[in-house]
């Protein structure tokens, strides 16, 4: 079973600063990975998608890796900004699973 | 292109009531899952579906939970005689065919009184 575990739990810091988020799994037969970003009372926002066969996804400010042999993917937040204050998730599709796996998240809070 | 749509996006029921979620998918898509997430905690697979087809629902409580996807229409998570712990938000995500890749919809919150 695909175990999914996200560090750290919590992150506060101030706008302006680079961070990254970390996201592993315990299985690396993945399909895929994906990020989302979740606002308190709302949905999951898709922010990138990364393909077992690719290394990295980049979106703006946002890039992603993911290096399938050490089962780990990053998000790399770039310049933050008190609007990127959310909780991060990350999820793997295995590659012969029939669900998206998810990580408990990463609040962020981004200190004006 | 509108999103996944869900509906209601509050519901609250008393014990003992049948609650019935509804979830759109995109167009074009024909898969869709459902997930559950409880305070202070991540996010539970329930079921996946196909048009016409539970594909897997080793995530759905055994009893008073139910889940379809008909031909036209849209999915439908339904529980029956609810109680106190089903308090929850009911996410659905739909994903194209040959393509897992999620796109949720902004939830169904669930209050059982």
């Known amino acids: 079973k695909q175990e999914v575990t996200q560090i750290p739990a919590a992150l506060s810091v101030p706008e302006g600063e680079n961070l990254v988020l970390n996201c592993s799994f315990t299985d690396s037969a993945i399909y895929n990975l994906q990020w989302f970003r979740q606002d308190p009372g709302k949905g999951l926002t898709s922010l990138l998608l990364i393909q077992s066969s690719q290394r990295e996804q980049t979106s703006g400010r946002l890039n992603a890796s993911l290096d399938k042999s050490s089962g780990r993917s990053t998000l790399y937040i770039a310049a933050s900004q008190p609007g990127d204050s959310a909780t991060y998730l990350c999820a793997a599709y295995h590659s012969t699973g029939n669900q998206f796996y998810f990580g408990t998240g990463t609040s962020l809070t981004v200190i004006p | 292109n509108a999103g996944v749509m869900q509906n209601p996006r509050h519901l609250v029921r008393r014990r003992g009531q049948e609650a019935r979620l509804r979830c759109s998918p995109m167009?074009?898509?024909?898969?869709v899952y459902w997930y559950r997430q409880l305070p202070e905690e991540g996010l539970k697979f329930m079921v996946y579906?196909?048009?016409?087809?539970?594909?897997?629902e080793s995530g759905m409580p055994k009893e008073r939970f139910s889940a379809e996807f008909p031909k036209e229409g849209p999915s439908i998570l339904r529980i029956q005689q609810v109680v106190r712990g089903d308090s929850a938000a009911y996410f659905c995500?739909?994903?194209?065919?040959?393509?897992?890749?999620?796109?949720f919809g902004q939830g169904t919150r669930l209050t059982v009184v």
């Open positions: 995500a739909s994903s194209p065919q040959g393509r897992r890749e999620a796109f």
């Open positions: 167009k074009g898509h024909s898969h």
């Open positions: 579906l196909q048009k016409e087809n539970i594909i897997d």
